[in-house]
Protein backbone atom coordinates (compact mmCIF):
# COMPACT_ATOMS: atom_id res chain seq x y z
CA UNK A 1 0.00 0.00 0.00
CA UNK A 2 2.92 2.35 0.98
CA UNK A 3 3.95 1.85 -2.22
CA UNK A 4 0.70 2.68 -3.96
CA UNK A 5 0.58 6.05 -1.65
CA UNK A 6 3.83 6.89 -3.44
CA UNK A 7 3.07 6.38 -6.90
CA UNK A 8 0.11 8.21 -6.36
CA UNK A 9 1.97 11.26 -4.96
CA UNK A 10 4.64 11.51 -7.20
CA UNK A 11 2.01 11.10 -10.35
CA UNK A 12 4.63 7.95 -11.62
CA UNK A 13 2.74 5.01 -12.03
CA UNK A 14 3.61 0.72 -12.48
CA UNK A 15 1.74 -0.06 -15.96
CA UNK A 16 0.22 -2.91 -14.20
CA UNK A 17 -1.28 -2.92 -10.82
CA UNK A 18 -2.91 -6.18 -8.78
CA UNK A 19 -4.70 -5.61 -5.64
CA UNK A 20 -5.99 -8.63 -3.80
CA UNK A 21 -6.84 -10.26 -0.51
CA UNK A 22 -10.07 -10.75 1.94
CA UNK A 23 -9.91 -7.04 2.64
CA UNK A 24 -12.56 -5.65 0.34
CA UNK A 25 -12.88 -2.10 2.19
CA UNK A 26 -8.96 -1.46 1.02
CA UNK A 27 -9.41 -2.64 -2.14
CA UNK A 28 -12.15 -0.73 -3.15
CA UNK A 29 -10.29 2.35 -1.35
CA UNK A 30 -7.07 1.69 -3.60
CA UNK A 31 -8.47 0.51 -6.60
CA UNK A 32 -10.41 4.59 -6.37
CA UNK A 33 -7.91 6.11 -5.75
CA UNK A 34 -5.63 4.58 -8.77
CA UNK A 35 -8.73 5.18 -10.96
CA UNK A 36 -8.82 8.67 -10.00
CA UNK A 37 -5.14 9.48 -9.96
CA UNK A 38 -4.36 7.85 -13.29
CA UNK A 39 -7.04 9.35 -15.19
CA UNK A 40 -9.47 12.35 -14.15
CA UNK A 41 -12.70 10.85 -12.63
CA UNK A 42 -14.25 12.53 -15.34
CA UNK A 43 -12.73 10.41 -18.08
CA UNK A 44 -15.11 7.96 -19.68
CA UNK A 45 -13.46 7.88 -22.84
CA UNK A 46 -9.93 6.32 -21.88
CA UNK A 47 -11.64 4.36 -19.05
CA UNK A 48 -12.86 0.79 -19.45
CA UNK A 49 -13.99 -1.68 -16.75
CA UNK A 50 -14.43 -5.62 -17.33
CA UNK A 51 -15.63 -7.59 -14.10
CA UNK A 52 -16.16 -11.52 -13.47
CA UNK A 53 -14.11 -14.74 -15.19
CA UNK A 54 -15.96 -14.41 -18.75
CA UNK A 55 -14.60 -11.03 -19.67
CA UNK A 56 -13.74 -11.04 -23.31
CA UNK A 57 -9.82 -11.02 -23.46
CA UNK A 58 -9.60 -10.33 -27.26
CA UNK A 59 -11.48 -6.92 -26.16
CA UNK A 60 -9.50 -5.78 -23.21
CA UNK A 61 -6.47 -6.18 -25.52
CA UNK A 62 -8.42 -4.63 -28.47
CA UNK A 63 -8.92 -1.75 -26.05
CA UNK A 64 -5.53 -2.29 -24.63
CA UNK A 65 -3.79 -1.31 -27.88
CA UNK A 66 -6.13 2.17 -28.87
CA UNK A 67 -4.48 5.12 -28.30
CA UNK A 68 -6.17 7.30 -25.49
CA UNK A 69 -8.39 10.24 -27.04
CA UNK A 70 -7.42 13.44 -25.75
CA UNK A 71 -5.62 12.20 -22.90
CA UNK A 72 -1.87 10.57 -22.40
CA UNK A 73 -3.12 7.23 -20.44
CA UNK A 74 -6.19 4.46 -21.11
CA UNK A 75 -6.94 2.50 -17.97
CA UNK A 76 -8.70 -0.78 -17.84
CA UNK A 77 -9.84 -2.05 -14.33
CA UNK A 78 -10.53 -5.93 -14.48
CA UNK A 79 -12.07 -7.59 -10.77
CA UNK A 80 -13.12 -11.16 -9.76
CA UNK A 81 -11.32 -12.34 -12.97
CA UNK A 82 -9.70 -15.57 -12.10
CA UNK A 83 -6.65 -14.87 -14.22
CA UNK A 84 -4.49 -15.15 -11.18
CA UNK A 85 -6.19 -18.66 -10.14
CA UNK A 86 -6.87 -20.23 -13.38
CA UNK A 87 -4.71 -20.38 -16.18
CA UNK A 88 -5.07 -17.34 -18.71
CA UNK A 89 -3.20 -16.07 -22.31
CA UNK A 90 -3.24 -12.86 -20.63
CA UNK A 91 0.43 -12.80 -19.78
CA UNK A 92 1.69 -13.39 -23.23
CA UNK A 93 0.15 -9.91 -24.40
CA UNK A 94 0.84 -7.75 -21.05
CA UNK A 95 4.60 -7.33 -22.26
CA UNK A 96 2.84 -5.91 -25.75
CA UNK A 97 0.77 -3.17 -24.62
CA UNK A 98 1.88 0.91 -25.11
CA UNK A 99 3.17 2.60 -22.50
CA UNK A 100 -0.05 4.71 -22.69
CA UNK A 101 -2.18 1.97 -21.26
CA UNK A 102 -2.56 1.19 -17.30
CA UNK A 103 -4.01 -2.16 -16.15
CA UNK A 104 -5.81 -2.18 -12.68
CA UNK A 105 -6.78 -6.36 -11.24
CA UNK A 106 -8.85 -6.38 -8.55
CA UNK A 107 -8.62 -9.85 -7.25
CA UNK A 108 -9.79 -11.97 -3.69
CA UNK A 109 -7.56 -14.73 -4.32
CA UNK A 110 -4.48 -15.64 -6.27
CA UNK A 111 -2.12 -18.57 -6.88
CA UNK A 112 0.99 -16.96 -6.48
CA UNK A 113 2.59 -19.73 -8.32
CA UNK A 114 0.15 -18.56 -11.42
CA UNK A 115 1.65 -16.87 -14.73
CA UNK A 116 -0.25 -14.02 -14.43
CA UNK A 117 0.47 -13.47 -10.70
CA UNK A 118 4.55 -13.76 -11.82
CA UNK A 119 4.27 -11.57 -14.85
CA UNK A 120 2.37 -9.04 -12.66
CA UNK A 121 5.10 -9.27 -9.68
CA UNK A 122 7.84 -9.11 -13.10
CA UNK A 123 6.52 -5.81 -14.65
CA UNK A 124 4.24 -4.13 -11.74
CA UNK A 125 2.87 -3.58 -8.48
CA UNK A 126 1.35 -6.24 -6.37
CA UNK A 127 -0.34 -5.42 -3.57
CA UNK A 128 -1.80 -7.92 -0.63
CA UNK A 129 -4.78 -6.57 0.93
CA UNK A 130 -5.52 -8.36 4.40
CA UNK A 131 -6.62 -5.63 6.57
CA UNK A 132 -4.52 -3.08 9.03
CA UNK A 133 -2.29 -4.16 11.45
CA UNK A 134 -4.02 -2.99 15.28
CA UNK A 135 -1.89 0.01 15.10
CA UNK A 136 -3.29 1.08 12.09
CA UNK A 137 -6.83 0.33 12.36
CA UNK A 138 -6.01 2.43 15.66
CA UNK A 139 -5.86 5.30 14.03
CA UNK A 140 -7.82 4.53 11.29
CA UNK A 141 -10.60 4.96 13.71
CA UNK A 142 -9.47 7.56 15.17
CA UNK A 143 -9.37 9.47 12.39
CA UNK A 144 -12.28 8.78 10.67
CA UNK A 145 -14.08 10.03 14.19
CA UNK A 146 -12.03 13.25 13.79
CA UNK A 147 -13.17 14.11 10.46
CA UNK A 148 -16.38 14.22 12.09
CA UNK A 149 -15.55 15.97 14.76
CA UNK A 150 -15.61 13.35 17.60
CA UNK A 151 -13.05 12.28 19.91
CA UNK A 152 -12.19 8.54 21.47
CA UNK A 153 -9.95 7.00 23.68
CA UNK A 154 -7.58 4.32 22.27
CA UNK A 155 -9.77 2.03 25.18
CA UNK A 156 -12.30 2.53 24.23
CA UNK A 157 -11.22 2.02 20.26
CA UNK A 158 -9.86 -1.33 21.20
CA UNK A 159 -13.66 -2.20 22.81
CA UNK A 160 -15.04 -1.20 19.61
CA UNK A 161 -12.90 -3.47 17.62
CA UNK A 162 -13.60 -6.10 19.85
CA UNK A 163 -17.52 -6.22 19.41
CA UNK A 164 -17.52 -5.42 15.94
CA UNK A 165 -14.47 -6.96 14.63
CA UNK A 166 -11.75 -6.02 12.74
CA UNK A 167 -13.25 -5.86 9.03
CA UNK A 168 -13.25 -2.32 7.48
CA UNK A 169 -16.42 -1.98 5.50
CA UNK A 170 -18.81 -3.14 9.08
CA UNK A 171 -16.26 -0.78 11.03
CA UNK A 172 -16.89 2.06 8.89
CA UNK A 173 -20.71 1.41 9.20
CA UNK A 174 -21.12 0.80 12.77
CA UNK A 175 -18.81 4.06 12.72
CA UNK A 176 -21.37 5.95 10.97
CA UNK A 177 -24.39 4.61 13.40
CA UNK A 178 -21.84 5.82 16.28
CA UNK A 179 -22.15 9.39 15.20
CA UNK A 180 -25.09 9.66 14.62
CA UNK A 181 -26.22 8.33 17.52
CA UNK A 182 -23.60 10.50 19.78
CA UNK A 183 -25.14 13.45 18.15
CA UNK A 184 -23.77 16.45 19.62
CA UNK A 185 -21.85 15.02 22.34
CA UNK A 186 -17.79 15.27 21.38
CA UNK A 187 -16.32 12.53 22.92
CA UNK A 188 -17.46 8.85 21.95
CA UNK A 189 -17.83 7.03 25.37
CA UNK A 190 -18.20 3.15 25.97
CA UNK A 191 -21.47 3.36 26.69
CA UNK A 192 -22.73 4.65 23.56
CA UNK A 193 -20.79 1.95 21.85
Known amino acids: ?31 DKL ?9 TMNFSYFEGKDFPLNELVSIAHTV ?14 GCFKNQSNLPDYIGDFPESTYLVFVEREVDKRNRMYKAVQKK ?7 GLTE ?21 NILYMI ?13 LEKLVCYAGEEEVITEEAI
Open 35 to 43: RNAILSPDD
Open 162 to 174: HKTGADMKNLENE
Open 1 to 31: MKTIKQHIKENTFSHIYLLYGQEDYLKRLYR
Open 124 to 130: GTVSEMN
Open 68 to 81: PFFSERRLILVENS
Open 135 to 155: KDLKLWVAQSLKQEGKKITEQ
